[in-house]
Nanobody, 130 residues
Framework: VQLQASGGGSVQAGGSLRLSCAAS????????LGWFRQAPGKEREAVSC????????HYADSVKGRFTISRDNAKNTVYLQMNSLKPEDTAVYYC????????????????????????WGKGTQVTVSS
């Protein structure tokens, strides 16, 4: 599985960015895609995840109401629309993929726990200036 993320950049506070992550080599009906981020000096944290089988996406409390995750299963691509960006959103954003290993669909929240993710893409920098 390969993950190719794009869409990072620099923006002023209140602005918007859209991240994209194209996944190749997926061979499972039950999988999840998501976004994690890591700011300098901080641990990696989950931002948002979505399951291939539908259900409610998972969002970190800090981005609820501002970020929207979506997917295009036909293209194996996941998007993260980030609106009302804040300086504290500045981080390297990573796309991740995980597949269910027990034959059952997993929830988006489980994928965002980190335990459900098997592959990680190279990060894309998002910088929000005040």
């Amino acid at each position: 599985v390969q993950l190719q993320a794009s869409g990072g950049g620099s923006v002023q506070a209140g602005g918007s960015l859209r991240l994209s992550c194209a996944a190749s080599g997926i061979a499972s009906d039950y999988y999840g895609l998501g976004w994690f981020r890591q700011a300098p000096g901080k641990e990696r944290e989950a931002v948002s995840c979505i399951s291939s089988t539908g259900g409610a996406p998972h969002y970190a409390d800090s981005v609820k109401g501002r970020f929207t995750i979506s997917r295009d299963n036909a293209k194996n691509t996941v998007y993260l629309q980030m609106n009302s960006l804040k300086p504290e959103d500045t981080a390297v954003y990573y796309c991740a993929y995980g597949r269910s290993s027990n034959g059952f669909p997993w929830s988006a929240s489980y994928y965002c726990s980190g335990y459900g993710m098997d592959y990680w893409g190279k990060g894309t920098q998002v910088t929000v200036s005040s």
